[in-house]
């Protein structure tokens, strides 16, 4: 079946303006993950959704930093007033199962902001 | 702060050697992943261990939790260049899941 996609691939963006980054989880999996990584490093934890309940927003760096996941499916991250420092890539991951579960993953969406 | 710290961070080794890995933490995880990621790609799971002590082997990959469940390693046997990658360690504890910070292992030819 089909796996996680997120789009679009690459967002070249100025300074200030908004973003909204886009994953398509695979299909019946309940819990949601975002994650940025900067280039070659390690991931760092942005926010799980994990079926109805409330998301765990601990990772968002700062309150410019929102997502939403609609119908319990497509999950959507915004970046508002973007920022340099915010340019990295955002990957999506989503589970059949709470954490712990094994983790799959879209290719990531580049961000650069100029 | 890091909850996992791997080591290494960079590797560079030529095809045909051993080398190991290490993901090192001070918290306890009720079980513990190694993901390897390629360019441009996301991570994918290796494996998944979750009993102290526990050894996993896949094929030349040797991979270890520590005792105390706060530690891993993973052994690679005579690296191929098909194994150049970002290792990633990644534990989980009550509802919180953490990466560690990556190994990038490059295999000569």
């Known amino acids: 079946g089909a796996g996680v996609s997120q789009s679009p691939s690459n967002k070249v963006t100025e300074k200030g303006k908004d973003v909204e980054l886009r994953c398509d989880p695979i299909?019946?999996?309940?819990?949601l993950y975002w994650y940025r990584q900067s280039l070659g490093q390690g991931l760092e934890f942005l926010i799980y959704?994990?079926?109805?309940?409330?998301?765990?927003k601990s990772g968002l760096p700062s309150d410019r930093f929102s997502a939403e996941r609609t119908g319990g499916s497509v999950s959507t991250l915004t970046i508002q007033r973007t920022q340099q420092e915010d340019s990295a890539v955002y990957l999506c991951?989503?589970?059949?199962?709470?954490?712990?579960?094994?983790?799959?993953f879209g290719p990531g969406t580049r961000l650069t902001v100029t | 702060t890091q909850l996992l710290e791997q080591s290494p961070q960079f590797l560079s080794i030529q095809e045909g050697e051993n080398l190991t890995v290490y993901c090192n933490s001070s918290s306890v995880f009720s079980s513990l992943q190694w993901y390897r990621q390629e360019p441009g790609e996301g991570p994918v799971l290796l494996v998944t261990?979750?009993?102290?002590?526990e050894v996993k082997k896949l094929k030349r990959l040797t991979f270890q939790f520590g005792d105390a469940r706060k530690d891993s390693s993973l052994h690679i046997t005579a690296a191929q260049p098909g194994d150049t990658g970002l290792y990633l360690c990644?534990?989980?504890?009550?509802?919180?899941?953490?990466f560690g910070t990556g190994t990038s292992l490059t295999v000569i030819p």
């Open positions: 991951a989503s589970s059949s199962g709470p954490v712990g579960y094994e983790q799959y």
């Open positions: 299909s019946g999996h309940t819990a």
């Open positions: 959704f994990q079926g109805n309940s409330a998301p765990d």
């Open positions: 261990v979750v009993t102290g002590g």
């Open positions: 990644a534990g989980g504890t009550g509802n919180q899941f953490y």
